[in-house]
């Protein structure tokens, strides 16, 4: 059994998730406490941080902590369909996307997910305005960046499907559930995001609900 520690919010849990799902791996999810310490995720990982998978598979309760640990080890395990291409140079290219976007849709995700969610869940004031926009001007403009480079190859890595899009594509998830995405200022990037929307692996996430936040009505839309 393959089990996922995540977290609604966390935009790299949700990453894995899209993997295993684009797998069509047999997989629970459970649900770590959002914003604070939670007694199942530090028994497997003591540092709480999520994604964590536990694999059973053979009894033995194997944990591997990190994302891009976990992508490469369920490239191992589930080789098929493989989700970074098979040439060296192509795997190379497609691993620094991913770590390219990560470096760059983390921090926004991190300040909107502070103003929009900490805040509100933990009553601790109101968003800072001034943050908000900065952040979905610097997410809009990513994701016309994104855009651009999926209408020249077909997917953000290349010509193929690939972790580099499920990273990007789970960052871009976490803005849209908190509305801090302007999706009509970047037509090509949300074309992209459109395309892995309707993707099987996709619809899980969107029947996401954290307590207490609810996302706008075009998050759970396949034509939005």
Same mark, same amino acid.
């Given at each position: 059994m393959l089990l996922v520690?995540? +977290?609604?919010?966390?935009?790299?849990? +949700?990453?894995? @998730?899209?993997?295993?799902?684009?797998?069509?791996?047999?997989?629970?999810? @459970?649900?770590?406490?959002?914003?604070?310490?939670?007694?199942?995720?530090?028994?497997?990982?003591?540092?709480?941080?999520?994604?964590?998978?536990?694999?059973?598979?053979?009894?033995?309760?194997?944990?591997i902590s990190e994302a891009l640990a976990i992508f490469e080890?369920?490239?191992d395990l589930l080789p098929t369909p493989p989700l970074l291409p098979?040439?060296?140079?192509?795997?190379a290219a497609v691993r620094a996307m991913t770590i390219r976007a990560i470096r760059t849709l983390g921090p926004i995700v991190d300040n909107v997910v502070h103003e929009k969610a900490r805040k509100a869940l933990a009553r601790g004031g109101a968003p800072d305005?001034?943050?908000?926009?900065?952040?979905?001007?610097?997410?809009?403009?990513?994701?016309?960046?994104?855009?651009?480079?999926?209408?020249?190859?077909?997917?953000?890595?290349?010509k193929k499907l690939s972790i580099a899009d499920m990273v990007a594509a789970a960052h871009f998830s976490v803005l849209d559930y908190l509305d801090a995405v302007s999706w009509s200022s970047a037509p090509a990037g949300k074309d992209w995001y459109a395309r892995l929307k309707q993707r099987p692996a996709f619809r899980p996430l969107l029947g996401d609900l954290l307590a207490g936040l609810s996302p706008p009505p075009h998050y759970g839309d396949l034509d939005f």
């Open positions: 520690h995540a +977290r609604t919010l966390d935009p790299l849990s +949700r990453a894995v @998730r899209l993997a295993l799902g684009e797998k069509r791996a047999v997989f629970h999810v @459970r649900e770590a406490l959002p914003f604070e310490a939670d007694a199942g995720l530090l028994a497997v990982a003591p540092d709480g941080m999520t994604p964590v998978l536990v694999d059973d598979s053979w009894g033995h309760g194997a944990t080890y369920l490239e098979g040439g060296p140079l192509e795997r305005t001034a943050i908000l926009r900065q952040a979905t001007l610097a997410a809009t403009q990513t994701l016309d960046q994104i855009g651009r480079a999926a209408e020249a190859e077909g997917w953000i890595g290349g």
